[in-house]
């Protein structure tokens, strides 16, 4: 059976080489602590992990950033990327090298703070404005019902006090500049339905009820590693999720996939092809691990990507991204 999930195999069958296009994004997981332990998540995240990224290899990523001015783009991610020491630090010098910074923000995390330390974080949403971060947040659906069997009871009415929030200092208002976009994931082994139709029934749904607003709204699939694997296994559903991605291939969302055009970084500074290979411990091919401490721009331009079959998620029906569908 595990043949049948072979990416590669489908890739030559397509005759697609996904070779790297560019790095333009430095996507660094800063930490795997987070005050929420959501259903889906990909990272194992929880208010239980310690991992956190030191000081040292937070100045070596700057250093990447400026010596590479192809990388136009940081973006931080955890965990709640919020927790970690230095993510004040981090967002500030980047945007001195006048680099764009996007941090995935999970909403709750500004009102429940460090569950470790009990530190606020109430003041994210001026600290986001200030800085002109963009702020991707996830939102699974405009109704409590299914937000709270995902991410948690209470999740929905705390991420919509903290949309409001955002909105207040003019994230997601027309014409401020302050982007505030959303990611919606299903509820369970499904694939995403349209872009375009859910960014209008979400927006349509959170202004009437709430008055709340935002930009755009990405569409992501859920991947069949770690929890969500684990759920599938013990439902007897992977090999239908499996079967159900593997038949929804997309050739031409295969070759928009963000491992083209993405590096990600590690909380301890390995350097992977994608964030899911990284929270499988795919690390870059070839020799001795990759790290920010190692890095080199044309040698990593000149890598294979590492694909496996989880790869099906990013590339079945409109495809998977951190920007949402690719095709």
Same mark, same amino acid.
């Given at each position: ?100 910074? *996007?941090?995935? &923000?999970?909403?709750?995390?500004? =009102? ?5 330390? !009990?530190?606020?974080? $109430?003041? #994210? ?97 859920? *991947?069949?590693? &770690?929890?969500?694997?684990?759920? =599938? ?5 992977? !090999?239908?999720?499996? $079967?159900? #991605? ?82």
């Amino acid at each position: 059976m595990a043949s049948d999930y072979d990416f590669q195999a489908v890739l030559d069958k397509y005759h697609l080489d996904l070779q790297p296009l560019s790095i333009e994004t430095l996507q660094v997981n800063v930490t795997k602590l987070c005050n929420q332990a959501c259903h889906h998540c990909h990272v194992d995240a929880s208010p239980r992990r310690t991992e956190q990224m030191d000081k040292a290899t937070v100045e070596k990523c700057l250093e990447i950033l400026e010596q590479n001015p192809a990388i136009q783009k940081l973006d931080l991610t955890g965990g709640a990327p919020e927790l970690n020491p230095y993510f004040d630090y981090f967002v500030k010098e980047a945007r001195k090298r006048g680099k764009y910074v *996007m941090v995935r &923000h999970n909403l709750t995390v500004t =009102l429940d703070g460090n569950p470790q330390t !009990g530190e606020s974080k $109430e003041y #994210l949403p001026e600290f986001f404005a200030e800085n002109q971060v963009e702020v991707i947040s996830s939102l699974p659906y405009f109704q409590e019902y299914f937000t709270d069997k995902q991410r948690g009871k209470g999740v929905f009415q705390k991420s919509l006090e903290s949309i409001g929030r955002l909105n207040r200092m003019g994230y997601g208002v027309e014409g401020s500049g302050l982007i505030l976009n959303l990611v919606y994931n299903p509820v369970g082994a499904f694939l995403p339905a349209p872009q375009a139709d859910l960014e209008r029934q979400f927006k349509q749904e959170l202004k009437a009820k709430y008055g709340l607003v935002f930009n755009r709204l990405y569409t992501l699939t859920n *991947m069949p590693i &770690h929890r969500f694997k684990t759920q =599938l296994q013990q439902l007897h559903g992977y !090999g239908d999720y499996m $079967e159900k #991605l593997v038949n929804a291939f997309n050739p031409a969302a295969a070759q928009g996939v963000m491992c083209r055009s993405l590096l990600s970084v590690g909380w301890d500074g390995r350097l992977y092809d994608c964030d899911f290979n990284q929270m499988l411990e795919m690390g870059i091919g070839g020799r001795g691990p990759w790290t920010v401490f190692n890095f080199n721009f044309q040698k990593l331009m000149a890598r294979r990507i590492l694909f496996a079959s989880h790869c099906f998620g990013c590339t079945a029906g409109a495809g998977s991204s951190c920007g949402g569908a690719t095709a």
